[in-house]
C-alpha cells in the first residue's frame, strides 16, 4: 500500500533508524526484558568459553559455577545494552511530540521510585524500558510539566502541534 502523510505508521524501533518523525508515540515500556536465554545450563561466552552450571552425580540440583555466572553477566550487560540502544532510537525519532506509554504492577507504583542518578547499578538492574525511565524523567522534566501521577505534558509542544496541524504518527511497540 501506498503510504501517505496523514496516515499511522506502525513500525519498529529497528526500522525508524534515521527517520524524523513529527508525533511518536513509544507504547510496552512495561514490558519485562527477555533474559530467558541467560538460564539455560550452558552458556556459550567469547571471552569464557563454554561455561556450564554444575551438576550433583546423585542428580542434586544444578548450581552455577563460576564461569557460568560470569558469562551470565557478561551476557546480561551486552543484551541491557542493546535495549538501551533501542531505547535511545525511540526517544529521538520525534521531532515535535513524544508520547511514552507504559504499565506497571501495583507494586511498581510510580511514585515509590525515588529519583536519583541512573547509576550502573540501576540499569543493571531495570526490568523494563519503564524502570529507567522512572530513573531519567524526574531529572529533565519540571513539576508543571505533569498533569498527576499518571501523565505529563507539556503545554508548549501540545498547543503548536495543534496549530501546526499535524497528522503524521508513527507508533513502536
Known sequence: LPQTGDAVRLMSIHRSKGLEIPVVAVACLG??????????????????????????????????????????????????????????????????????????SAVERWSDEEPGALSDSRVVAARSFLDWLRAWLPQVTRDAEWVNDFAGRSEEHTSELQSRGLISYAVFC
Open 31 to 104: 514490558g519485562q526484558f527477555n533474559f530467558q536465554g541467560l538460564n539455560e545450563g550452558v552458556l556459550l561466552d567469547t571471552k569464557y568459553g563454554l561455561c556450564p552450571r554444575v551438576v550433583w552425580a546423585d542428580g542434586g540440583p544444578a548450581y552455577p559455577s563460576v564461569a557460568w555466572w560470569l558469562a551470565k553477566q557478561r551476557e546480561k550487560r551486552e543484551q541491557l545494552g542493546e535495549e538501551v540502544r533501542l531505547l535511545y532510537v525511540a526517544l529521538t525519532r520525534a521531532r515535535d511530540t513524544l508520547i511514552l506509554s507504559g504499565t506497571a
